[in-house]
């Protein structure tokens, strides 16, 4: 089996074979890795336990970080919706807990799974956590939903380098969006073609995204970031399954979301120099963080 470097060939892999992507991706690892398919899952099963693990820690947590910045928002949202539901029900208010509570987790310095990056890292977790619950979706749905999701970034990491510093954030959380949404569509049956919108929609959306952190801390906007984004991915999930799809194929998306995070100024990717974190309240706390 061929290296796939485009999306465009893991979905002519995918109908050729008649497989989902998950079957194709997990076909890949285990021939690549030199292990059994088994094996590729069980590794998957171990990410999808630290997720959730970090989900419930997090929601657990009233700590601050150390800059004393961010921490007890996750908390907060529980008050509130124990007081009032959200308007969009209990998967919502799930879905932006978890991405709360699990980059709360990151920024304690506690365990999470990088996906793609740490300060990305509750994105996909809401999503898929609060729908399997909220859906019934088996452990092993919930693990297709993942190697999915593994290789959405993949392809997309090869093109492309997932970090602040050299693309902005739309290549952090706009690719965990877009992880998710893939992630979310197949948990909810959706096909090869409507898996692949998704996750394209969600990026196609989102591109430009700056990275500029205040006081260089992954905390904000990055912590706030992750349920905004986690909502992002519901909403072409829910936009691909009506048979709504990309007008550009995903990889010139990712090719798009390349040329952006070239022309965009260093000044906005990751070095703090620009955008939120010069304004006159985030160079205040720089200055009571660091001296």
């Not at 993942?146 to 970090?163: D, F, H, M, N, Y």
């Amino acid at each position: 089996m061929g290296k796939i470097s485009t999306f465009e060939q893991l979905y002519e892999e995918c109908i050729s074979k008649n497989k989902q992507i998950y079957e194709i991706a997990q076909a890949n690892m285990a021939e690549e890795g030199e292990i059994s398919i088994e094996e590729v899952r069980v590794f998957a099963n171990k990410s999808l336990f630290a997720m959730k693990e970090a989900i419930q820690t997090g929601m657990a947590s009233k700590e601050l970080s150390m800059s004393e910045m961010c921490g007890q928002d996750c908390c907060r949202l529980q008050q509130r919706f124990k007081k009032q539901r959200a308007m969009f029900g209990s998967t919502f208010e799930k879905i932006l807990e978890y991405a709360l509570a699990t980059s709360e987790e990151n920024i304690r310095m506690g365990k999470i799974v990088a996906c793609p990056t740490a300060g990305s890292c509750g994105i996909l977790p809401a999503g898929l956590a609060a729908v399997s619950e909220d859906y019934n979706h088996s452990e092993r749905e919930q693990i297709n939903a993942l190697i999915t999701a593994g290789e959405i970034g993949r392809i997309i990491s090869a093109k492309v380098s997932l970090a602040g510093a050299v693309a902005g954030c739309q290549a952090e959380c706009g690719v965990a969006s877009a992880m998710s949404a893939a992630a979310v569509c197949q948990l909810q049956g959706g096909n090869v073609s409507q898996v692949l919108n998704a996750a394209a929609l969600a990026l196609k959306n989102i591109l430009g995204l700056t990275c500029d952190p205040v006081a260089g801390l992954v905390e904000v906007p990055c912590v706030k970031r992750n349920p905004f984004l986690a909502v992002h991915a519901i909403t072409a999930v829910e936009l691909a399954l009506a048979d709504i799809k990309s007008k550009i194929p995903f990889d010139e998306v990712v090719d798009a979301m390349e040329q952006t995070g070239a022309l965009m100024s260093p000044t906005l990717k990751e070095s703090s120099q620009a955008g939120l974190a010069t304004t006159k309240t985030a160079l205040e706390v720089q200055k009571r963080v660091f001296g």
